[in-house]
């Protein structure tokens, strides 16, 4: 099957005063498209690294970065802006909500930079909460919810502009494990409709639910089986 | 990303922090309501300046001097009497020529003098410096502020004084009791005017000079104060009619008349050695020397203001100076347009401390969102998204100080208006609510004040964009 993402000898170096941090080392790494995979490692690993280029957050020092025929290595910013909008969804670890905005206009936010009619992007946002089992949570603030409800508020935001990449950083890293379970089982839900998912994460009964796990250490992909 | 998107955006932006939000657009609102003030005042003179030279009709006339060089209107209406070098005498055939230029409408002669030294009222003598007199056809207009003005009836004997004249006689806030009052006038020496007891000279054996035979003493004039004028124009005169000017100015004289010179002559023609004529036979000589010698400058109406420099053009021609008043009243107006300037800038240094402010804010307000830059740049927001998202948002700070600021200082122009009212009323100027705010100024300032909260917000809106979003997302 052709790959959705593709990486080729990527790598990343950043500075940290006087020495030169590898993130990534010669790394070349596939994903075909609906696939479900872990990422894993210790921190500093270069894991997140890994993630933000795939989702056009974060450009490699060399080698190239194909995502569904867009050549990203060499990208400038507003084709890459207008890519993640159209192509990835973000979850974060720590929700990164707006507190002051309801979870229909966090969830509206993507949906502001393309282009879509104020009505259409409503009707979407609500879908996508509905989705995610928070259709009667429209009208509340985030600190009027509980974490893993924040977080699904965060995965409907992701789901809202159709993506064909999730890309979620450590998502149950702030929950209980029921409630852990509980998002790993809406994502894993999205991955079965299809949607290719990408999660960081050092759980490993998070691991254990990918297609596939890939284990990085400084900067080296050491890929098993799932 | 729609307009409206960002306007939403950066509004919902600004009410997350009020009390930030309020204290900044406060600061706006002092700068944009010293700048209003400022401008309301000087926009506000200008206009009322503007209207006292429409009402006195000043931009329909032309000032006619003798002189040929003279340019400014103001210079040509103070005149030159008398003879100069080069000049043109504003004799009444010059005035015939005057009336007969396309446009204009009327001509009012003017003459003034020094013919009168004194003024005498009971116990007070004033000494007087210019004594003026103009044809009463109304081109020229006094503001009169009690009894009447001098008009076409009038022949001799009246006069109007300035109220500053009136308040050294001891008449301050009660012209009215001045009005009908009798007054002398004290003409200088060797006046041989009109009223002035011109005797012949004595019989005398010989050649006589005749100006030895001239009145050495002044003459004492009688006048009733017919009415009082504002002072603002002339302080130092008093007014007569014309035809009592004309007389004022005549030169009378005795002289032997041609014709008993020739019949002396006649006398001793034949008479060898000493002869006796008969004694000479002196007549009373009038001159008109305001004919011979000309007024000392004519105010020609024209029927429109935009008439009066083809007209002061035409009347050029005539060989004698002439000027309207358009370039004078342009020489003020720059002078207040330069006002303008220096008092708008003392209230854009409110603006400019107020733009500090909103600079401050900004860069506050980047720090605290930092994350949530991360997070519009991770669902797509573009760079050029962030920065236009920010300096809108500054844009909305200076535009609601803007129109607060206008409509504080709106409020207090009003107010200001009825203390001004009163002034003026107190002074009887026909003048009501002079500080003007007009449309433009209104959207000016609004404009201005928006424009500089824009500036303000551009260097945090560009720091904004230029965050990495890998970097903003992980802030804390």
């Known amino acids: 099957m052709d790959a959705l993402i593709e990486l080729k000898n990527v790598t990343k170096t950043y500075r940290l005063g006087d020495e030169m941090l590898h993130a990534l080392n010669d790394v ?153 379970q509980e998002i790993m089982k809406v994502l894993s839900e999205l991955n079965k409709q299809g949607i290719t998912l990408i999660v960081i994460t050092h759980d490993l009964n998070v691991a254990r639910l990918a297609h596939r796990v890939v284990d990085i250490r400084d900067g080296k992909i050491n890929e098993k089986r799932g | ?76 209406s103070h005149g030159y009497g008398g003879n100069c070098d080069g000049c043109v005498k504003l004799t009444d055939t010059i005035v015939g020529k005057v009336k007969a230029v396309p446009h204009v409408i009327g001509v009012a002669r003017i003459a003034n003098d020094g013919n009168l030294e004194a003024i005498t009222y009971g116990d007070k003598k004033l000494s007087l410096e210019q004594t003026t007199a103009y044809d009463a056809n109304g081109i020229i207009t006094n503001n009169i502020v009690a009894g009447r003005d001098i008009d076409s009836r009038d022949q001799s004997g009246v006069i109007t004084i300035t109220s500053d004249y009136a308040d050294k006689l001891g008449f301050k806030n009660k012209y009215d009791q001045l009005v009908g009052k009798t007054v002398q006038l004290q003409t200088r020496s060797f006046y041989s005017g009109v009223g002035a007891d011109v005797q012949p000279p004595p019989q005398c054996n010989g050649p006589c000079d005749p100006q030895q035979q001239q009145n050495q003493k002044s003459t004492i004039l009688t006048a009733a104060i017919v009415g009082i004028a504002d002072t603002s124009n002339n302080s130092k005169t008093i007014r007569v009619p014309l035809e009592w000017m004309r007389g004022m100015e005549q030169n009378r004289m005795y002289q032997q008349t041609e014709a008993d010179q020739k019949a002396q002559q006649d006398a001793c023609k034949n008479v060898r050695g000493n002869c006796s004529p008969t004694p000479p036979h002196y007549t009373l000589i009038t001159r008109d020397m305001l004919a011979e010698n000309g007024y000392g400058s004519l105010i020609a109406k024209v029927d429109s203001s935009k008439n009066a420099a ?93 129109v607060v600021g206008v409509g504080v200082g709106f409020g207090l122009t009003r107010v200001a208006n009825i203390f001004v009212n009163k002034q003026l009323a107190s002074q009887n100027v026909h003048a009501r609510d002079i500080i003007g705010l007009p449309i433009w100024l209104i959207l000016a300032v609004v404009g201005i004040a928006t424009l500089i909260g824009m500036l303000a917000g551009l260097y945090p809106a560009a720091r904004a964009a230029r965050l990495d979003p890998v970097e903003a997302l992980r802030y804390e």
């Open chain 1, 28 to 180: 070349s790494f596939r994903v075909t498209p609906g696939e479900f995979i872990a990422i894993t490692g210790p921190s500093g690993s270069g894991k997140s690294t890994l993630a933000n280029i795939i989702g056009g957050l974060d450009h490699p020092d060399s080698g190239s970065v194909v995502v569904d025929g867009n050549e990203l290595a060499h990208t400038r910013d507003g084709a890459l802006s207008v890519y993640r909008n159209q192509h990835i969804g973000f979850v974060f670890q720590s929700f990164n909500l707006q507190g002051t905005n309801t979870a229909l206009e966090n969830v509206m936010l993507p949906l502001v930079f393309s282009h879509m009619k104020n009505k259409e992007r409503k009707a979407r946002a609500k879908e996508c909460l509905e989705a995610v089992g928070l259709g009667d949570r429209l009208k509340h603030l985030p600190g009027q919810l509980s974490g893993g409800q924040r977080q699904r508020v965060a995965i409907a935001r992701a789901l809202a502009i159709k993506p064909s990449i999730i890309i979620a950083d450590e998502p149950t890293g702030n929950l209980d494990s029921a409630k852990g």
């Open chain 2, 310 to 402: 083809g007209a002061a053009t035409e009347i050029k021609k005539l060989g004698v100076g002439a000027a309207d008043a358009e370039a004078s009243i342009k020489q003020q107006l720059t002078i207040f347009n330069i006002l303008g300037l220096v008092l708008g800038g003392i209230g854009g240094i409110a603006l400019a401390v107020a733009a500090i402010g909103v600079v401050n804010t900004m860069i506050m307000a980047i720090l605290e969102r930092t994350r949530e830059i991360g997070v519009m740049r991770a669902v797509g927001a573009k760079r050029s998204t962030v920065r236009t998202l920010f300096t809108l948002e500054a844009s909305m700070l200076g535009f609601l100080g803007g």
């Open chain 2, 1 to 76: 990303m729609q307009f409206s998107d960002y306007l939403r955006l950066a509004f919902r932006n600004i009410r997350r922090q009020k009390l930030r939000s309020v204290l900044t657009i406060f600061a706006v609102v002092i700068g944009a309501t010293s700048v209003t003030i400022m401008l309301a005042l000087v926009t506000g003179a200008k206009g009322f300046f503007l209207n006292q030279v429409e009402a006195n009709g000043t931009l329909q006339q032309v000032a006619i001097s003798p002189k040929a060089d003279i340019t400014e209107f103001n210079d040509a």
